[in-house]
Each structure stands twice: as structure tokens, then as C-alpha cells.
């Protein structure tokens, strides 16, 4: 079973649009969970990050986390045309050990 | 936020050659530094922890004789691709935490290097 798991996509959703991507983890004291944005040929860049049970919200872009189920959740709302990139989800455990572990990203196209 | 600056940006080279790409910390200090490798449609994968004044750790697999890591100072890191061969072409990114921070939040990303082995 893979670390961290996400749905390559691609996800197609068109302007306008929610577009909602998933993330689960298998590694039960994670403890810090990120959402990063890359285009292609860029490198990441954070989107959001969220450590607590529940909602985040900033901007257009809502980060969800249930660790009960080890599943997190990244909702971009009035999606655009410039929201088409791969989405990373990224998540370290406790303790000394911080490495972040990624998983292979959601691939969104936002149609116009 | 802080700025990594990473060069060169890409770089095509023949087999047999060793390829080196620096890593900068503009305007801060960088103490940790990571690198990573990206192959198409595939995760990052960290290859190595770059510490200054000491020697990198390596993560399982990664060869330490093959890719040379050399963080002489608070500010530069530098990846060496030595004897490269097509399989080592792949998209190579640094990284560095912000300054007064070791908090993934603050993790800063170079913008790459695309290396192309011929």
C-alpha cells in the first residue's frame, strides 16, 4: 500500500466549477498535511496546509481533513482556467521524523 | 516569501559526463537543504538531506558516489550528477525551509533543473 495515495485524474471539471480532490495517507500519526500546486516543468508551490480535524478555508480553496479516516480533501471553488496544473498531496508524521511524503498528484484541467 | 534560486534551469549533456546544479538561498540562511527528483508523471522523490559543514544523508537507494552533494556554505548547496547516463535524465529541485524556520510550511522550492543525458 502506497504512503500516501491520490486519483492521477485527470479530473476535468469546466470553468466555473467545483473541482474537489482527494488525498489519503496510511501512516496513522501523521500529523501536518499540505496541498501543493505544480505546473508542468515548475516546481511545487504550497497551496494550503492543515493539521487539525475539520475545514480551512483561504480564498477559493478549502483544505479538508478527517484523520479518523485518514483522508484529506482539497475543494477549489470558481474554478478557472489557470487552476489547470497537478496537484500534490504531501504528509509528514511526528516526531523527529518530518520528512514530507508525497503522493503522485491529481492531474485537473479546468475547461473554459 | 523567501526565494531559492536554482541553476541552471535545464541542461542537456552526453553520456559519460558529470552535470553540476546549485542551489541558492537568497537573503537567508539555509542551514538544511533537500533535493529532489522528479521523472515524468511521477512524484518528487527526496534523494538527499544537504546539511552545511557535514555530509549529506542519503535516503535507501540513492547512490552517494553518483550524486555528490556539497553544502559548504549557509547559502549554497550544490547536486553533481557525475558520469550521468540517460536513465539520470529527470527533473531535479531543491528545496530549503525559510529563514528562522524548520517547519514544512515554510519549505521553499528552487524552480528546477531539467537535465537531459544524451
Known amino acids: 500500500q502506497k504512503e500516501v495515495e491520490q486519483n492521477s485524474g485527470p479530473l476535468s471539471v469546466p470553468e466555473g466549477a467545483i473541482a474537489s480532490l482527494n488525498c489519503t495517507y496510511s501512516d496513522r500519526v501523521s500529523q501536518s498535511f499540505f496541498w501543493y500546486r505544480q505546473y508542468s516543468g515548475k516546481s511545487p508551490e504550497l497551496i494550503m496546509s492543515i493539521y487539525s480535524n475539520g475545514d480551512k478555508e483561504d480564498g477559493r480553496f478549502t483544505a479538508q481533513l478527517n484523520k479518523a479516516s485518514q483522508y484529506v480533501s482539497l475543494l477549489i471553488r470558481d474554478s478557472q482556467p489557470s487552476d489547470s496544473a497537478t496537484y500534490l498531496c504531501?504528509?509528514?508524521?511526528?516526531?523527529?521524523?518530518?520528512?514530507?511524503?508525497w503522493g503522485l498528484g491529481t492531474s485537473l484541467a479546468v475547461n473554459p | 516569501g523567501a526565494v531559492v534560486s536554482q541553476h541552471p534551469s535545464w541542461v542537456i549533456c552526453k553520456s559519460g559526463t558529470s552535470v553540476k546544479i546549485e542551489c541558492r538561498s537568497l537573503d537567508f540562511q539555509a542551514t538544511t537543504m533537500f533535493w529532489y527528483r522528479q521523472f515524468p508523471k511521477q512524484s518528487l522523490m527526496l534523494m538527499a538531506t544537504s546539511n552545511e559543514g557535514s555530509k549529506a544523508t542519503y535516503e535507501q537507494g540513492v547512490e552517494k558516489d553518483k550524486f555528490l552533494i556539497n553544502h559548504a556554505s549557509l547559502t549554497l548547496s550544490t547536486l553533481t550528477v557525475t558520469s550521468a547516463h540517460p536513465e539520470d535524465s529527470s527533473f531535479y529541485i531543491c528545496?530549503?525551509?525559510?529563514?528562522?524556520?524548520?517547519?514544512?510550511?515554510?519549505?521553499?522550492f528552487g524552480s528546477g533543473t531539467q537535465l537531459s543525458v544524451l
Open positions: 504531501a504528509v509528514n508524521g511526528a516526531g523527529n521524523n518530518r520528512k514530507l511524503i
Open positions: 528545496s530549503a525551509y525559510g529563514p528562522g524556520t524548520t517547519t514544512n510550511e515554510k519549505l521553499f
